[in-house]
Nanobody, 120 residues
């Protein structure tokens, strides 16, 4: 059973960079078949896919967030990390990491989510 766990700060100041790490167990981020993704849900809004890393290390980003987003990975720790630059209060959301199935596009495995608030 693949399990994912998000970690990082719960409070970030405006204009700073938000960094969140997803630690994966029960599976490898170098395995084909999944987009290792970051997804967020602002209060009162729907889920927003932010970007993903795949087995080869290639990354894909949402066009609306591409200029501020990067995803790195540490294969020795089986982790991938989201970096979101120049945050504003509009980036306040619950952030999830997930393993999205290549074939179906659905999230097969999800972390529990972590609340991030952007405020001074």
């Amino acid at each position: 059973q693949v399990q994912l766990q998000e970690s990082g700060p719960g409070l970030v100041k405006p204009s700073e960079t938000l960094s969140l790490t997803c630690t994966v167990s029960g599976g490898s981020i170098t395995t084909t078949g999944y987009y290792w993704s970051w997804i967020r849900q602002p209060p009162g809004k729907g889920l927003e896919w932010m970007g993903a890393n795949i087995y080869s290390g290639n990354t894909y980003y949402s066009p609306t967030l591409k200029s501020r987003t990067s995803i790195s990975r540490d294969t020795s720790k089986n982790q991938f990390t989201l970096h979101l630059d120049s945050v504003t209060p509009e980036d306040t959301a619950v952030y999830y990491c997930a393993a999205m199935n290549w074939g179906t596009g659905t999230g097969d495995y999800w972390g529990q989510g972590t609340q991030v608030t952007v405020s001074s």
